[in-house]
């Protein structure tokens, strides 16, 4: 067994209101630049609908992610080395910009412009690749809030099997929001499918990243990711995906379209997982058990065993510490009411929702049921809006009973929650059906309703002890003759190194201080946050050097 720790995060789709803040901003901080316009590394889908790109989760076409062989092994969709050869000038299963959306802007200088007149100016669409005018007939969020409507919804590959369960009249529409980044997951197949080794997924906190260096444009990543989430940038030839916003994860803070969600839907925390047991869960045969799999790998943070495993294995303490106080843990496996979303891909991804969960109340009245009788209320669920069976295909590979058991805790958790608030007894009946006790459905509702920025985002500093050897390890420049040559390092070239830190000189913000080779008290940057002066940095006032 080998324990490591991933960054996951948890939403709950309760709570999303489809206001595009999370896409906006993180729009504004990672692809706002010339190659990336139709790039959204965070981007909001009404479900149902055909997605982002259109049709992405219709792997018949895609074939993205894995599968199994004969042999029950693992392989990818789209084939091995010999096929990527194959296709290496012309992929077929490669989307087109068109299934993107070719991205556009308005000419506002005609409005600024215009001269008076008796008619209104307009701002014609204009692409922002050639500059030409142009009739935008498609976008990242093109059937937002028309999920009722069917030339969109007749798009979405998870409403296959279901025609007779889900008819389009008003009076039976239903929609969400589902937002979607990069699932960084643990068997992602983007890694597998790169043949020039540029995707990598790191060690220390499973982030998925884009090696810029390494990477020659095949993009053969981009079609390997079934949730396509990795995109080509056409002006510097390189592919690009979700970052995890890792900068900020370093720091200790959430990333940014956490940060500015309005909903406060966003669980960021720690999880620890067996390595060794991935690939075992990732090829069970049965798709519907891929999810109770992927819960097997996951390590109880509060076992004494687990901790010294992963300490062992080079898990930071204070990570421990960190996955014990996780929210993403409490939900996912604590808890059990949040979900992956489509597991039969086989990448054991790591983004999982909480399932959205109709007005149950109504529901309930609406087919002549009463608060008071628990088979009642689980009864209704039957009669959402929202079908079980669609959930299911979205988050358990058409598993309704895993879908049914979240939707009755959280129904639970209401009527808890309401007795409590109207001083009503605790409904037992219904904390007995779904086995959790009063303290569990009220530690879920903190969690989900009412929790505190630093319970929502429970995210370690990340460690830089040795990253100086590491990079001496790693030097780019290590050629007959460069600076990475042991051979050529010249004392009075390179200078000496600085001395460690002094344990007695202290300076605010988290820096440290050393004297030089000449006696003179310096500050080390290493460590300081930025906050208080920098005294010595620059020499003393007068310092000729």
Known sequence: MKVMAQVAMVMNLDKCIGCHTCSVTCKQT?????????????NVETKPG????????????????????????????????VRKLLSLFYNPELPSLDDFYEPWTYDYRSLTTAPLSDSFASARPKSQLTGRDMRPVHGPNWDDDLAGAGEY??????????????RMEFEHTFMFYLPRICEHCLNPSCVASCPSGAMYKREEDGIVLVDQDRCRGWRFCVSGCPYKKV???????????CTFCYPRI?????????????????????????????????SVKEDKDLYEAQLSVFLDPDEPWVQEAAERDGVARDWIEAARRSPVYALIKRHRVALPLHPEYRTL?????????????????????HDDDPDRIFAAIDALRIPVEYLANLFTAGDTAVVEGVLRKLTTMRAHMRARQLGDPAPRDLLDRVGASADDIEDLY?????????????????????????????????????????????????????????????APG?????????????????GWNGDGPAPGLFGTPGDAS
């Open 30 to 42: 990672w692809t706002n630049r010339p190659g990336s316009e139709y790039v959204w590394f965070n």
């Open 50 to 81: 055909a997605g982002y790109p259109r049709r992405y989760e219709d792997q018949e076409k895609w074939k993205g992610g894995w599968t199994l062989n004969r042999r029950g092994r693992l392989t990818l969709r789209s084939g091995g080395r």
């Open 153 to 166: 919804a007749a798009a979405d590959p998870n409403l296959k099997g279901l025609a007779e369960r889900v």
């Open 231 to 241: 995109y080509f940038n056409h002006r510097t030839g390189k592919a690009e995906k």
């Open 250 to 282: 370093e720091a200790g803070q959430p990333t940014v379209c956490s940060e500015t969600c309005v909903g406060r839907l966003r669980h960021l925390g720690v999880l620890l997982y067996d390595a060794d047991a991935v690939l075992d869960a990732a």
């Open 349 to 369: 991804p790591m983004v999982w929702y909480v399932p959205p969960l109709s007005p149950v109340a109504d529901a309930v009245h609406a087919t002549g049921y």
């Open 446 to 506: 903190r969690l989900l309703a009412v929790a505190k920025y630093e319970e929502r985002y429970v995210v370690p500093k990340a460690h830089a002890e040795g990253s100086g050897a590491l990079m001496a390890q790693h030097c780019s420049l290590d050629h007959p003759g460069g600076v990475g040559d042991s051979g050529a390092r010249e004392a009075d070239r390179l200078g000496p190194l600085p001395p460690p830190a002094l344990p007695g000189l202290t």
């Open 510 to 526: 988290g820096g440290s201080q050393f004297r030089d080779s000449e006696g003179q008290v310096r500050f080390n940057l290493l």
